[in-house]
């Protein structure tokens, strides 16, 4: 007989972890706080630019991510009346406020790797 659960059986505890797993299914993969991080310091930035900006990222990565990422209106993709045509990301208004999250994750992480450092 399989025990029932105990502790997430709260309302409070179901919202909370189905908001995570909204949250970590938006922001999952390798660059997507890269590249969030990068449209929150450079402002606009080019397709070229981001390539240049998020070492490692192949063109293809760089083109899934920025898509997905639209989709879920964390940036903006305007494409520009030149010659030829140039594509422009910013990071869009709510997709702003995710920089204190990736802020803080910083922190965190700066702060474990510094615990790990010192035993």
């Not at 025990?3 to 908001?19: E, P, W, Y």
């Not at 920089?99 to 790990?116: C, G, H, K, M």
Request: charged content about 30%.
């Amino acid at each position: 007989m399989k025990k029932q659960s105990v502790v997430n059986t709260t309302a409070f505890c179901k919202t909370r972890i189905l908001a995570i797993k909204d949250a970590m299914e938006i922001l999952s993969g390798k660059w997507k706080f890269h590249i969030l991080g990068t449209l929150i310091e450079g402002n606009k930035l080019r397709f070229m630019d981001l390539l240049r900006e998020v070492e490692g990222i192949a063109p293809k990565m760089l083109s899934k991510e920025l898509q997905d990422m639209e989709m879920n209106k964390l940036i903006i993709r305007t494409v520009c009346n030149t010659k030829p045509v140039t594509v422009e990301y910013e990071i869009s208004e709510y997709g702003k406020t995710i920089r204190p999250i990736i802020d803080e994750i910083a922190n965190w992480s700066i702060a474990y790797r510094t615990s790990l450092l010192n035993k």
